[in-house]
């Protein structure tokens, strides 16, 4: 994995209500945002930095196979494999309805598409047209996924508690706090500043994980450890690190 020059800002974007959380790590701060749309954040960035995002860059046109990236990432994982959704077949992404993007799903590789990713679509669309239109976006943008974060930041053991409990939102902003001493601080700011129906607990937590994740690419991992690419020319791997 390449390293990125000291001057680069560091990003983890996470899905929310309200749109795109997105934190901000420069010089050991953190900062944090909401976004309409991803292209929001590209214009914001410059091509020093690096943006972690928790959405499946890169998908498969046909056939029954998922990602070999999200295969891996569930074996890793362990008992939070669960959180790891196969990404969709592209062609679902422009379907009106779920049943009718179901039935394709189904035509194109043999398994239906879950709600749980159905849910997800119209953002995985949002980041697969500005991947194929801005050569920037290209550049900066990395998937990553949160509880793999996680799974590396604690040095290769996946968490043990759900990240929607409160024992597991404990866990998880304990190990932000190891790495990152002012993470505790910025999470409860954040939440008094935006109300669950924009941004939720976990929203904020898995951004922050993201982004801190991003700072380390001289620690990087990825599964699989050599890319796959899909039609279009993207990676279909997910990042992590082993600090």
Known sequence: MNNHPPSSRHFGVDGCKGGWFHVCLANGELSGAVAPHINAIVAETTVADVVCIDIPIGL???GPDSRLC???????LGPRAASVFNAPIRGVLDQPSYAQANLLSRELSGKGLSKQTWNICARIHEVDSVLQ????ARKILREAHPELCFFGLAGGRPMQHNKKTGGGFAERLALLERHLPSAGDFVAATLARYPRSRVARDDIVDATACALTASMGERWRSVPA??????RGLAMEIVYCLP
């Open 133 to 136: 239109t801005d050569a920037k």
């Open 70 to 76: 999200d295969t891996q990432a569930r074996r890793l």
């Open 226 to 231: 050599s890319a796959e690419h899909d039609t």
């Open 60 to 62: 498969l046109d046909s």
